[in-house]
């Protein structure tokens, strides 16, 4: 098979907000094409999102892609190279490459919902990449449609010209032929020289048990041919490759794969970290000079540690991380160790969604019981000796005499939300000291921009927007920059201990409250022991909140039948020294459930 003439590929890739029927389109559309028959599509819905969880929550984590053939009204025959794309904010570098390796996107939006922060974001993302956009009105069909409506607020907010947008149903099926006539019609074919040297841009790397590292790669310019020697131009190494091909979704194999061609190879790369996505791959023999400009790293901004229930699932532990590594580049860790909960892992994530997928797929797919520590982002401490450190974990924290200043990072936030709701939202923001920016109207929904510190986004923000908003509001950020901020680090003691896995960095204004809520919650999970504990919430030396635990008392003057006072007395004399000595020397045993349920406190 030979590579596909220039003029009749297309590369484009869906981009939408969640839920607004991307993964469903492109069912669609490799329905129609006929990449995979009725028969193979029946009973499964979203046949790109491969992941359990992507179908039991119903979004896409990984970017997928199709390479599928169609014959237009014109009697030509097309290559469609299709990625599908996640429309979460943890996921935003998933979308990012996906675009770098297209031309045209579909912007997908829901005719009953309109434009949300996902879409705008999305929508940016792709024209910076210079893409062609073809606006796709979906759900057309439901009796909330209003799509007259929304094509005005696309021409409006996002300020691209909506009038001829294609509508459909991608559930039914309606109108989806046009989109498959507008990709033909409205996108442009790939740039590219056949006969330039090699030069390819790594997509995507991911870790199959039978072929080792799959790579996904899009040609720019030459030819990548089976069995040719090639060199990824950022780590320098040479493989062979063995195989080339593209998924239809199924693998099939070719012989070579053309400039503005979509597909993979494999070359016996046994680990995914020297496939570093956005690098350059160019012929071993005679390398390009230049290489691509590539992606930004994704960089974790979100740090947690994660501990085994049961100190024996360290090792099985290590172990899930390292092959979940293999699939998922954005995620990192290294080891740590913690007084109250043994040994574990210090982890960074790109958003709580990303933290919560993650240590769900390692109690599913390695059966293991963890135990998260609060989330905490990377602040920057200035010390008095002119150096400055990162830190992502407040146990590392240097005494306070020694920083001159701290540095909190800054994101800007974007919400849409109902009118009827901006007041809560409003509220919220303020209470998380943010600082609004501009507030505008798309329609009937209102628009607001915020400055946030991202240490009160990462608790459960998202989830007061949406109970504040019954679930109508949408959000999407971005870092900006770092602030110097009055930030303290709060302790938990128990018994006098503290308790490292509950210290935390906050703002001085809001310790008190988040110290309070703490012990008080703590008080309520801590069994009685047979001697009263102290649970207090300190800053440096300082006790700002505290509660005692009752101790569990025998009744020692059962026995006294009338009699002196002073017998009675000396027994509970005898009984408090007993419990005074205890108390010294007691262990407090914390149950698990109390980490997780303190950890989930907020004021």
């Known amino acids: 098979m030979t590579t596909a003439p220039i003029p009749n590929i297309r590369n484009f890739s869906i981009v939408a907000h969640i839920d607004h029927g991307k993964s469903t389109l492109a069912d669609r559309l490799i329905q129609m094409t006929g990449g995979l028959s009725d028969r193979e599509m029946a009973g499964k819905e979203q046949v790109l999102d491969s992941m359990d969880i992507e179908r039991e929550r119903g979004i896409t984590i990984k970017a997928q892609t199709v390479r599928l053939k169609y014959r237009a009204k014109d009697g030509k025959d097309y290559i469609f190279n299709l990625m599908d794309t996640p429309g979460h904010v943890d996921f935003a570098y998933e979308v ?14 829901d005719a009953s919902q309109g434009v949300e922060a996902q879409t705008l974001a999305n929508v940016y993302q792709a024209l910076d990449n210079n893409h062609e956009i073809v606006p796709v009105l979906n759900k057309v069909d439901l009796p909330a449609a209003e799509p007259e409506k929304v094509k005005q607020q696309i021409e409006d907010v996002i300020g691209i010209d909506a009038s001829d947008a294609v509508m459909i149903s991608a559930k039914t099926g309606l109108g989806v032929p046009d989109v498959l006539e507008a990709i033909v019609t409205r996108l442009p074919p790939p740039k590219g020289d056949k006969d330039a040297t090699l030069k390819a841009l790594l997509v ?21 041919k089976k069995g040719s020697r090639i060199r990824m131009m950022g780590t320098g190494a040479a493989y ?29 790369i046994k680990e995914v970290a020297d496939t570093r996505v956005g690098d350059t791959i160019t012929d071993d023999k005679k390398p390009v000079s230049e290489m691509l400009p590539g992606f930004k790293p994704a960089i974790p901004v979100v740090f947690c540690g994660l501990f085994p229930v049961d100190a024996d699932d360290f090792e099985t532990l290590r172990a899930a991380m390292g092959k979940l590594r293999l699939n998922d580049a954005s995620f990192s860790f290294e080891m740590e160790t913690s007084a109250a909960l043994g040994f574990g892992f ?31 982002v990377i602040y920057k401490m200035k010390l008095t000796d002119g150096s400055e450190i990162e830190i992502h974990n407040p146990v590392d924290m240097p005494d306070v005499v020694k920083i001159a ?23 919220l923001c303020q209470d998380r000291r943010g600082s609004q920016k501009e507030l505008t109207y ?13 240490n009160e986004v990462v608790f459960d923000f998202y989830d007061r927007l949406k109970s504040v908003s019954k679930g109508y509001a949408s959000f999407d950020y971005h870092l900006t920059d770092y602030k110097p901020a009055d930030l303290v680090k709060m ?24 110290g309070r809520a703490m012990v008080e919650k703590m008080k309520e999970l801590i069994p009685p022991h047979m ?67 303190a950890l989930k406190v907020d004021s």
């Not at 990012?96 to 939006?109: I, P, T």
């Not at 798309?442 to 991202?454: E, H, I, N, T």
């Not at 201990?497 to 509950?502: C, I, R």
């Not at 509660?547 to 002196?564: F, I, N, Q």
């Open 346 to 376: 210090r982890c960074g994530f790109l958003g709580l969604l990303h933290l919560e997928i993650i240590q769900e797929r390692l109690s599913r797919e390695f059966d293991l019981n963890l135990i998260a520590t609060a989330p905490s």
């Open 96 to 109: 990012s490459r996906s675009l770098a390796a297209c031309e045209g996107s579909l912007l997908v939006v």
């Open 204 to 224: 995507d790397s991911w870790y199959d048990v039978y072929l080792g590292v799959v790579v996904l790669i899009r040609v720019v310019d030459g030819v990548m």
């Open 240 to 268: 062979d490759i063995e195989r080339v091909g593209f998924f239809t979704p199924k693998m099939q194999q070719v012989d070579e794969l053309g400039p503005g061609e979509i597909g993979f190879i494999t070359a016996a």
């Open 442 to 454: 798309v329609g009937s929904r209102a628009m607001v921009k915020y400055d946030l510190p991202l």
């Open 405 to 427: 200043e701290i540095d909190e990072p800054w994101i800007e936030a974007t919400i849409l939300t109902p009118d009827e709701y901006l007041g809560s939202v409003l509220k």
């Open 491 to 514: 302790q938990i003691l128990v018994n006098g201990e503290p308790v490292d896995a509950l210290s935390m960095l906050v703002h001085r204004t809001r310790a008190e409250g988040r």
């Open 531 to 597: 001697f009263q504990i102290p649970i207090q919430a300190a800053i440096g030396g300082k006790v700002i909140a505290r509660e005692t635990v009752r101790a569990l008392r025998k009744d020692v003057t059962a026995k006294c039948y009338g009699g002196d006072i002073t017998r009675k007395r000396k027994l509970l004399e005898k009984q408090k020294e007993g419990k005074k000595k205890m108390r010294q020397f007691g262990k407090v045993d914390i149950p698990q459930e109390a980490f997780i349920a």
